[in-house]
């Protein structure tokens, strides 16, 4: 369900972008996503306490805020304006690689092992070959915006291993809190910076398609993350990347019409079979 809900995502970016700007994007989103999930906090999670927002540990959600949401849905909404929904989540999907190296340098019991090693450079041997292709060979983007979105999903990494270290607060509180503070963060920017004189023409479906990102891509989506970190680790959690591609690439070919490269279907391979490799050496650990 959640890599259906992100595959999602990446076509209702650009469908938002025909109205909106990405400040306004990402701003949007985070307010939708806040005000909703504080609505069901308040009202259907009875463990909830809303008197925690302003304890001690604020800091905390601020940080969270702004790593886990405010830099990557903002980097994100940059970088997908100068690509295809398709390969910007085709870039997402090395996440998995991104948390293991961070795994490996950061904490002492998640070492790579061959089977780590060897999924890892595959991994990122996909992501090099639709890099070089859609840059150099189609030329349908540039590398800065496949930069943009490549770092987004290194933050989103630092954000799950951040929320995975919150252990006084329940999955509700941090979620909601981190959401607040990231609308909070970047609302402010998203008004200094909107364009009036843009000439970008209101559609009633970017609204709408603004209003699902916050709602069901965002307050569910991460919500969902958050729990899956808590139980069982960011990269138990990362490899829900096995299925956001895929129903991303399917999503933007059905509903945006965009065109298919063989480089997506030869990275997305490789991808694909790196995880599964990468799999084993967790399955070896466990055994």
């Known amino acids: ?26 701003g949007g989103r985070l307010v939708f996503a806040s005000m909703f999930f504080l609505i ?31 830099l990557p849905f903002t980097l994100i909404a940059f970088g997908i304006d100068n690509m295809s929904s398709g390969l910007a989540a085709l870039l997402q999907s090395a996440a998995p690689f991104y948390a293991i190296l961070f795994s490996h340098i950061f904490t002492h019991d998640d070492k790579f092992n061959k089977f780590k090693f060897i999924g890892t450079c595959l991994g990122f041997a996909g992501v090099l070959i639709l890099i ?31 929320v995975g270290e919150v252990k006084k607060y329940n999955n509700e ?34 609204l709408c398609s603004l209003v699902y990102l916050g709602l069901v891509s965002t307050a569910i989506a991460f919500y969902l993350r958050s729990k899956i970190i808590l139980r069982n680790g960011i990269v138990f959690m990362s490899q829900v990347t096995f299925l956001i591609p895929v129903f991303a690439v399917l999503f933007s070919y059905f509903f945006l019409q965009e065109k298919l490269y063989l480089s997506m279907f030869l990275s997305l391979g490789l991808l694909m079979t790196g995880l599964i490799i990468l799999q084993k050496g967790y399955k070896k650990k466990v055994t």
């Not at 859609?134 to 990494?157: D, G, P």
């Not at 609308?183 to 909107?194: D, E």
């Open 1 to 26: 369900m959640l890599g259906a809900i992100w595959g999602s995502a990446f076509f209702n970016y650009k469908i938002i972008l025909k109205s909106f700007d990405a400040l306004t994007l990402a």
């Open 132 to 162: 070089y292709d859609q840059i150099h060979v189609t030329k349908t983007t540039n590398i800065i915006s496949v930069l943009l979105v490549m770092v987004a999903s290194i933050f989103y990494m630092i954000g799950g291993l951040i």
């Open 173 to 206: 509180t941090v979620t909601c809190f981190s959401l607040i503070w990231g609308a909070i963060l970047l609302l402010p920017l998203a008004l200094y910076f909107y364009d009036n004189s843009s000439s970008k023409a209101f559609h009633i479906e970017s």
């Open 40 to 70: 069901i906090a308040i009202f259907f999670i009875p463990s909830f306490n809303g008197r925690n927002f302003f304890s001690k540990d604020w800091y905390i959600f601020l940080i969270i805020g702004l790593v886990n949401y405010v």
